[in-house]
């Protein structure tokens, strides 16, 4: 009972992570058109590139920094 209890939570706390730190190349869905890609996470930074429609990326890693907010949700994870 304790091995599956700490197995458990084990699990939880890599998935925890991985919500935040995620393994890297890790597929993320873009759900917007335009999306400004920038230098550094801020949006006064310079645009790298703007993505123009829905399409997947692969995550190298996030950092937290400014909240974004669109669409009624607020983010201040920066991939």
């Known amino acids: 009972m304790a091995a599956r209890t700490a197995q458990r939570a084990v699990t939880a706390a890599v998935a925890q992570r991985n919500v935040v730190h995620p393994p ?10 335009n999306v ?9 930074a310079r645009i790298v590139i703007v993505i123009p429609a829905p399409t997947t990326v692969y995550v190298k890693c996030q950092k937290h920094a400014e909240s974004v907010s669109y669409g009624g ?5 920066w991939s």
Do not use: M
């Not at 890297?24 to 058109?33: A, G």
């Not at 949700?73 to 994870?77: K, L, Y």
């Open 24 to 33: 890297p190349d890790t597929p993320e869905q873009v759900w917007s058109t």
């Open 36 to 44: 400004n890609v920038r230098a550094t996470p801020s949006t006064s």
């Open 73 to 77: 949700i607020t983010n201040a994870a």
